[in-house]
DNA sequence: GGGCCCGCAGGG
DNA sequence: CCCTGCGGGCCC
């Protein structure tokens, strides 16, 4: 039998006593519902009865928590439980990766964990629910704009009160029947904790409830190739445990299989498996790297004939330039100059900064002596001494050429040394002549070599923005989504919760309607701002009875007019988001310096990169769409005013993540049906441009191919689509085959 | 050996 | 999201 309340007659809900005596009866601390002390399971110790909370209210079995907001910890816990299963990490390292994937980064440091109790009480000063004075769980918010438990929240309405407990305003009756959780408080609150509990207990509760899940275990052999062969296929687990921006040889302590590191000489049937060691994880693209922080590793396999491969040094040469029309990965043709951006910039990164830079040599190289017959070949660290450009053996364009050194302590597969590299003088390069833009290593570089221990890192090397890839790609693109909300700091994402959905800023005065959506008060007003609430209505010379206007609620199909007459203010929330912004301002400087930025700051460098910057000929894209994304306005159908008087079923309760798409589908039909009423009002201009672009992606979602040609022909005949005939042939040339 | 094709991974 | 990319299978 479980634990019952009394109801709100007083009678016993469990052994049905009418008005027991009231000694027998405890009133919870938290939410004054009483309770009949015999009928429960646990009854208190007498001496605890003053303190006493009831069953629903200290987080009993009967208190299972409610399903969160899209994208909460649910992914979270796969990403954990991806973690413990993978029989490939030792249980430090998953420790580790527990830990950063829950605190942000990797080892939690001082600040992380101030900034979580900083934010806790900064979220415990301006919420806490009236009944219980904890951080409301299920927070819902009433239309006069204060919070409270969900649970709290019913009891009392359940007690027959139809007042806010803090202020006595009304509480109408829809909100009473139905209160909606305030998904933004949700995720804030919940935020605020994960990000202070990062090491206690939700990573203990996580690593129990992991520990007991003994899945079978994935081993080595994960091909998650869907095809035969590997022409299409996913890569495969991942040995190794470094994060895809690490710099330099792969140690053993990151090869959990062998125990042995990547060596020099090692040899993988394709580029997969060679990505399944970490030697160079890119599938197709020649320079892993990324432009603000450096480039990690190249592959030599013989895709541009300016390379020039002499063992110990050879000539690289930068990508991009080549028409990939037509939906190549690859072409031989330079059709455009290279310039010194995304990976060139990458490896010039590199080159500035003296870092080590990974090597593998393919078979595909065929106008190398170094390159091996077959396979790919890990040759060691190398060092970028120079690069600039040139205009091409092609003859027409300009390319990125890049000067490798190698600087390993261990011999090349080629030589019969049994020693690695010692620092050897700069080969004499006959197109340093004619070279263009040329750049430098100015200062010392992190790599170098000392004559005791060899090549090692003199600096520090740069600190790792990624989590380490297990191979499997919905794992890992779970931890990409949880690490990149991490990367944000935390005040930041917290005011993120508080974007009003409107303007897309963080909210200023913020109104929750009943139906629990958050906006801007100026926003959400001015949306209706031509309506009144009633309409006259003169037909002939007789006046008819006002009709009253329904006035939906940006966010949902709900009714908020009655709210719209009088909305409150939700001063707490506003006041925490003040508290937030303050915060978040302050930590604006750290933000900055770590996000790994601090590329090519050494001294002195400057004043070439931005020469080369200023030089680059801009053929700048055309870009149609600003990066605030069609995609945040397309579910913006915006408040549509009607005068249809109808009861609209909403079950719009907490939706589990997943139905979402099919939440925003289900929006626009309904909308797009509705219309026909009387006064439609559009809080944006545009929105028909950007309802159609939603189409258009569900379109090609769909891969409906008769679709998508015909939209492709609307935008050339309309003249709507900037973008350069060949880009888009890739696209619509592979839609139009994968449908078949 | 060359051309075509396209799933996938990553950058921004 | 959209774009890019020194692959790999397959057909000629």
Same mark, same amino acid.
């Given at each position: 039998m479980p634990d019952l309340p009394c109801d709100?007659?007083?009678?016993?809900?469990?052994?049905?006593?009418?008005?027991?005596p009231e000694v027998d009866l405890l009133r919870c601390t938290t939410c004054a519902t009483p309770w009949h002390s015999p009928c429960l399971s646990k009854p208190p110790a007498l001496a605890d009865a003053a303190q006493w909370s009831c069953p629903d209210c200290s987080g009993?079995?009967?208190?299972?928590?409610?399903?969160?907001?899209?994208?909460?910890?649910s992914d979270l816990v796969a990403a954990i439980r991806a973690i413990e299963t993978d029989?490939?990490?030792?249980d430090q390292e998953k420790a580790r990766r527990r830990q950063e994937l829950l605190?942000?980064?990797?080892?939690?440091t001082e600040d992380e964990e101030d900034e979580g109790d900083d934010l806790l009480e900064i979220l415990g000063k301006n919420f806490?629910?009236?009944?219980?004075?904890?951080?409301?769980?299920?927070p819902v918010t009433t239309p006069c704009g204060h919070n409270f438990c969900l649970k709290c929240f019913e009891k009392w309405i359940h007690n027959?009160?139809?007042?806010?407990?803090?202020?006595r305003a009304e509480i109408p009756k829809k909100m009473a029947e139905q209160p909606r959780i305030n998904s933004a408080l949700v995720g804030a609150i919940r935020m605020a904790k994960i990000s202070k509990n990062a090491n206690s207990a939700v990573s203990a509760t996580a690593y129990h409830y992991l520990r007991n899940d003994d899945r079978p275990d994935k081993a080595f052999?994960?091909?998650?190739? #869907? *095809?035969?062969? %590997?022409?299409?296929?996913s890569s495969g687990q991942?040995?190794?445990?470094?994060?895809?921006d690490h710099f330099g040889p792969i140690p053993a302590k990151n090869d959990?299989?062998?125990?042995?590191?990547?060596?020099?000489?090692e040899k993988w049937e394709d580029r997969l498996e060679c990505r399944q060691w970490g030697?160079?994880?890119?599938?197709?693209?020649?320079i892993a790297g990324q432009s603000k922080y450096g480039a990690q590793s190249v592959a030599l396999?013989?895709?541009?004939?300016?390379d020039e491969d002499h063992g110990e040094w050879f000539l690289y040469t930068g990508s991009g330039g080549r028409d990939l029309s037509g939906? #190549? *990965?690859?072409? %031989?043709?330079?059709?455009s100059d290279q310039k010194f951006e995304k990976l060139n910039a990458a490896l010039r990164i590199s080159c500035l900064k003296g870092y080590p830079v990974r090597v593998v040599r393919s078979?595909?190289?065929?106008?190398?002596?170094?390159?091996?017959?077959d396979g790919v070949r890990y040759d060691g660290v190398y060092r970028i001494e120079k690069c600039w450009r040139k205009i091409g053996v092609q003859g027409k364009f300009k390319v990125c050429r890049y000067l490798f050194v190698r600087c390993d302590n261990e011999p090349a597969p080629?030589?019969?040394?049994v020693c690695g590299d010692r620092p050897r003088p700069l080969p004499k390069i006959k197109e340093l002549n004619d070279a263009i833009d040329l750049t430098e290593r100015k200062?010392?570089?992190s790599w170098d070599f000392d004559?005791?221990?060899?090549?090692?890192?003199?600096?520090?090397?740069p600190i790792s923005n990624k989590p380490i890839l297990s191979g499997d790609p919905e794992t890992d693109a779970q931890i990409r989504r949880v690490t990149k909300r991490a990367q944000l700091s935390v005040a930041e994402r917290l005011l993120k919760e508080f974007g009003?959905?409107?303007?897309?800023?963080?909210?200023?005065e913020p109104l929750t309607t009943p139906c629990a959506h958050n906006f801007c008060k100026t926003c959400l007003l001015g949306a209706y701002?031509?309506?009144?609430s009633m309409r006259e209505r003169s037909r002939g010379g007789r006046t008819l009875r006002a009709q009253k206007i329904v006035k939906k609620c940006p966010s949902c199909p709900t009714d908020i007019c009655d709210f719209l007459q009088n909305p409150q203010i939700n001063r707490e929330m506003m006041d925490l988001i003040e508290s937030l912004q303050k915060k978040a301002a302050e930590e604006g400087d750290i933000q900055t310096c770590s996000?790994?930025?601090?590329?090519?700051?050494?001294?002195?460098?400057d004043g070439d990169n931005a020469d080369l910057e200023k030089e680059e000929d801009d053929s700048s894209p055309n870009e149609?769409?600003?990066?605030?994304?069609g995609c945040l306005h397309a579910?913006?159908?915006?408040p549509v005013v009607k005068i249809v008087v109808e009861s609209k079923e909403e079950?719009?309760?907490?939706?589990?993540?997943?139905d979402d798409k099919e939440e925003k589908d289900e929006k626009k039909t309904m909308v797009s049906t509705d219309v026909v009423d009387i006064a439609v009002e559009e809080v944006k201009q545009g929105s028909g441009k950007a309802g159609n672009k939603e189409v258009k992606q569900r379109k090609k979602r769909k891969g409906n191919a008769a679709d998508a040609e015909a939209e492709a022909a609307m935008d050339t005949a309309v003249g709507?689509?900037?973008?350069?005939?060949v880009k888009r042939s890739r696209k619509s040339g592979g839609e139009g085959l994968c449908t078949l």
């Open positions: 709100g007659d007083g009678v016993c809900m469990v052994c049905s006593a009418a008005a027991p009993g079995p009967t208190h299972a928590p409610a399903p969160l907001a899209p994208g909460g910890s029989a490939a990490l030792s605190g942000g980064a990797a080892p939690a806490s629910c009236v009944f219980c004075m904890k951080l409301p769980d299920r027959r009160k139809r007042t806010c407990a803090k202020c052999t994960t091909e998650r190739a #869907k *095809r035969a062969g %590997k022409a299409n296929a991942i040995f190794v445990t470094i994060p895809p959990p299989k062998r125990n042995t590191g990547v060596l020099v000489g030697a160079h994880f890119p599938h197709v693209a020649g396999s013989g895709g541009y004939v300016d939906n #190549k *990965r690859t072409n %031989k043709d330079q059709s078979h595909k190289e065929k106008r190398s002596s170094y390159a091996p017959e080629w030589t019969s040394d200062g010392s570089p004559e005791k221990e060899g090549w090692k890192w003199m600096k520090p090397p009003c959905s409107i303007c897309r800023n963080v909210m200023k701002e031509s309506q009144s996000d790994g930025s601090n590329g090519a700051q050494e001294s002195g460098d149609e769409d600003n990066n605030d994304a579910d913006d159908d915006g079950d719009l309760q907490l939706k589990k993540k997943g709507e689509d900037a973008r350069p005939a």
